[in-house]
C-alpha cells in the first residue's frame, strides 16, 4: 500500500530531490493512517538509503465539540468512529449535534481496495430556521429532514474527496410562516421525498475553516433529481461551484478570494432546492446554501445564482486578527441573462480573537444593499 502512495514522487535507486521526499511525506499524511511521519537517509556516502518512521494513528475516535453564536445558540457536537484509520476493514461513525437544529446521522463503508470505498449514510434532522421570502419579509420554517445516501468515493485521504451515488431526500413540515415552501406553483406539502443521481469532488488542504494561513480549496458537484412526489414534480439538474484561496501578501496579512455559483436547469424547481444565499457559512441549512456577507439570514434567489467575495486578514497581536470582508453576488432567471441580471452588494468588519482549545471568537459588524441595514454577529467556536 505504502508503495503506491508514495511511488509517483519516489522510485527505488534513481535520484531524488528534497521536494520528492516532502511531497511523499505528505501524501503519506494525507491517508490519515498516521500520527506522524519522518524520514532519514542512512549512510556515509552515496548511494543513501531513504528510511520513513511511521507512527500509526489509535484505531478509534471520539469528539466533542461546542460552539455558540446569536443565529443558532448553542450546540454541541458529539462523534464516535470505530476503525477510522484502519484501510481494509468496515468503518463506522455515528454524530449526534444538540441544539435549536439537532441532528444524528450514521456514516458506514467497507473498503474495495486501497483507494476506493463503498459507503451508506443516513441523516436525520430538525430544521427551525428563519429565512427572508418575497418583499423581504422574514418568515419561520420548521421541518424535519432524513436523507439517506449509498455512494462509491475515495479512501482514506485528508485533503481529497469524490463521491458517485444516490440520494433520496424526505422532508416533513411542521410549521411554517409565509408562502408555499415545497414546490413553486403547488400549496404548501406536508410531506415531499425525492430521489437523486450524484456527484461530488472535493478538494480541500485548509487546516483550519477559520483562522486559514494559506492553501486552496474546491468542490464541483452535480445533481440530477429524478423521481419525487407531489405529482406533478418533474426532473431537474443542479450544479454547484466552490473555490477559496488564502495567500500571503506579508507574514500578517492575508488575501482571500472565493467564487460560489450554482444554477438549477427546469422550468419548475421544488424550492427546498431553490438557490439560498446569506449568511457568514456555506451549507449552514441546506447543502446548497451559498454564503453572503451582510446578511444574517438566509433569502430565495433566482435559478443562477453566483457570489464573488474578497477577505483581507491583518493579524494584529498573537491570536488577534481584523477582517475587512467584502462580496459581490449577481443572479438571474435564464443563463443567457447573466450578465444582465440583478446584483447585490454587501460588506463586513469582523475582530477575532483565537482562543486555545475552544477556537475563535468572532465579533462581526455587516451592511448589505438587499437589506440595507448594518446587523451584527457573535459566535464562539469552531463551525460545524
Not at 464541483?220 to 433529481?225: A, C, E, P, S
Not at 429524478?226 to 414534480?233: A, E, K, N, R, T
Not at 470582508?325 to 480573537?353: P, Q, R, W
Request: charged residues 15%; glycine residues 6%.
Amino acid at each position: 500500500m505504502l508503495r503506491k502512495v508514495i511511488g509517483s514522487q519516489i522510485k527505488e535507486k534513481t535520484c531524488i530531490q528534497g521536494t520528492a521526499i516532502r511531497d511523499a511525506v505528505s501524501s503519506l499524511y494525507s491517508t490519515s493512517m498516521f500520527e506522524t511521519v519522518d524520514y532519514q537517509l542512512l549512510g556515509s556516502e552515496e548511494p543513501y538509503d531513504l528510511v520513513f518512521y511511521l507512527k500509526p494513528n489509535s484505531s478509534h475516535s471520539l469528539s466533542l465539540g461546542a460552539r455558540f453564536d446569536l443565529e443558532e445558540f448553542a450546540q454541541v457536537l458529539l462523534n464516535l468512529t470505530l476503525n477510522r484509520y484502519r484501510l481494509y476493514t468496515p468503518k463506522i461513525s455515528t454524530s449526534v449535534i444538540l441544539g435549536l437544529n439537532p441532528s444524528i446521522d450514521i456514516d458506514m463503508s467497507y473498503p474495495m481496495g486501497t483507494l476506493t470505498k463503498i459507503a451508506l449514510y443516513d441523516c436525520f434532522s430538525g430544521n427551525n430556521y428563519r429565512m427572508f421570502g418575497q418583499n423581504s419579509v422574514l418568515r419561520d420554517i420548521n421541518f424535519n429532514y432524513n436523507t439517506l445516501k449509498i455512494f462509491l468515493a475515495t479512501s482514506s485521504f485528508k485533503t481529497f474527496n469524490m463521491e458517485l451515488g444516490a440520494r433520496m431526500d424526505n422532508f416533513f413540515i411542521k410549521s411554517f410562516t409565509g408562502q408555499e415552501v415545497l414546490y413553486t406553483g403547488s400549496k404548501t406539502m406536508s410531506s415531499s421525498n425525492f430521489l437523486d443521481a450524484y456527484v461530488d469532488v472535493e478538494f480541500n488542504p485548509l487546516n483550519n475553516s477559520d483562522l486559514t494561513q494559506n492553501g486552496f480549496t474546491t468542490r464541483l458537484k452535480g445533481d440530477f433529481y429524478f423521481l419525487g412526489s407531489p405529482s406533478d414534480f418533474g426532473y431537474f439538474l443542479a450544479t454547484q461551484l466552490n473555490a477559496k484561496g488564502v495567500f500571503n501578501i506579508t507574514k500578517t496579512t492575508k488575501l482571500s478570494p472565493a467564487i460560489y455559483h450554482r444554477s438549477l436547469f427546469s422550468q419548475q424547481v421544488p424550492a427546498i432546492y431553490g438557490n439560498v444565499m446569506g449568511g457568514c457559512y456555506e451549507s449552514r441549512y441546506v447543502d446548497h446554501q451559498l454564503p453572503f456577507i451582510g446578511m444574517n439570514y438566509a433569502d430565495f434567489f433566482d435559478k443562477n445564482l453566483s457570489v464573488f467575495r474578497l477577505d483581507i486578514r491583518q493579524k494584529l497581536f498573537e491570536r488577534q486578527y481584523v477582517t475587512l470582508m467584502a462580496n459581490y453576488a449577481s443572479h438571474c432567471h435564464d443563463i443567457k441573462e447573466y450578465f444582465y441580471g440583478s446584483s447585490l452588494f454587501g460588506v463586513g468588519l469582523s475582530y477575532t480573537y483565537d482562543i486555545p482549545v475552544v477556537g475563535p471568537a468572532t465579533v462581526l459588524m455587516q451592511w448589505s444593499s438587499h437589506t440595507k441595514a448594518v446587523s451584527w454577529m457573535f459566535s464562539l467556536g469552531f463551525f460545524f
